[in-house]
């Protein structure tokens, strides 16, 4: 090759260049795979179920197919609250938890204790009603606090105090809409500020104790709040029938009888378990067409002195009027409201207060 000069090698360099070329071509298979590693693979098209492999990409799959089936009804998704912890905590005197620091109570009409009550509570999959020993009160900023009003300052007050002895929270946020006329039907009769709106957001809690469950309904709204708790136990009958005989000899020696008739919570509605007793005293007065009765309604003295009076009156009006609309005539009776200005009993115990809050016939 030395021999070659410059210019016969620039000559020949096409033709080296293109034989260079030739030789390059794609090598028999067996070679490649000896001397060189194998390229990364591109993306796989997903087989179809039937015959993709199995993997880990399957395996994650199956746990989401699985995650979105529907929850089983019978496979213990209902609330259960023997399933809580158990609260020993030594809570008090009903309501058990105080105010936030600088609130009040709504009071008159919009705070109410009952020796049992009716409550109606979310849980998250169904309302649970509580029956038993209640209280129900507003929230109201107090004005010589001199703080401003926060629905939240006050929730979280109350859910710290309600925790703290043992309480769990089994719902919070807003009962759902096609629900809300269940509530409304329970809960209607209980003060306007201790629930709520419809629409507000409410936090319900439940106590698991040995000595009765206890629930709390907490809710907040513009520039209110509210809190329900009852202590669920079985209602102590106390009460029967007074046949129409028994009610005209009290009336003979003493002048005076007392009549259990029942009224739903803060209102002046006669309670379908009444019935009995109205038929009782209409045997009364069609047993003597000269007896005429006032008819006098009474009260505890939970709430202020003004508004049980109101309630007293109409609740006697109410009995005037079942009487009445039963055929009897109203001009042989009178209705007349005393509030809480009677007591027979000790209003510092459940049993006084139930006493107290009472139906008298009163011989004119």
Known sequence: MTGINGAARRAMLPTMFALAMAGCGAPPEPE???THPPAPAPAPV??????????PA???????????????????????????????????TPPYF???EGYRESGGRHTVQLDFGQVALWVGDRFHIAEGQAYATGIRVDRDSGKQYSGLEVARNLEHAVTSAGGVEVFAGEIPRDVRSE????????PTEARCRINSPVQVFALRRDDGNVWVR?????????????????????????????LAQHLATAGR?????????????????????????????????????????????????AYNQRLSEQRAQSVVDALAARGMDPSRLEARGHGHSQPVADEGTDHGRAQNRRVELIKL
């Open 183 to 190: 509530v409304e039907a329970v809960m209607r009769d209980w």
């Open 98 to 100: 105080t105010l936030p």
């Open 257 to 305: 009888v007392a009549v259990q008739v029942n009224f739903a919570t803060d209102s002046a509605d006669i309670l379908p378990d009444s019935q009995p007793q109205l038929e009782q005293m209409l045997h009364l007065l069609a047993a003597d067409p000269a007896l005429r009765l006032s008819v006098n309604g009474h009260t505890d003295a939970t709430g202020d002195a």
């Open 46 to 55: 997903p087989a179809p179920a039937e015959t993709q492999a199995p993997g």
């Open 58 to 92: 399957a395996e994650t799959e199956d746990v989401e197919l699985d995650a979105a089936e529907p929850a089983d009804p019978e496979a213990g998704s209902t609330f259960d609250i023997n399933t809580l912890p158990a609260s020993t905590a030594a809570l008090g």
């Open 218 to 246: 907490t809710c907040t709204a513009q520039n209110f709040a509210g809190m329900i708790v009852v202590r669920e136990q079985p209602l102590q009958i106390t009460s029967g029938l007074v046949p129409a005989s028994e």
């Open 32 to 34: 490649v795979e000896e």
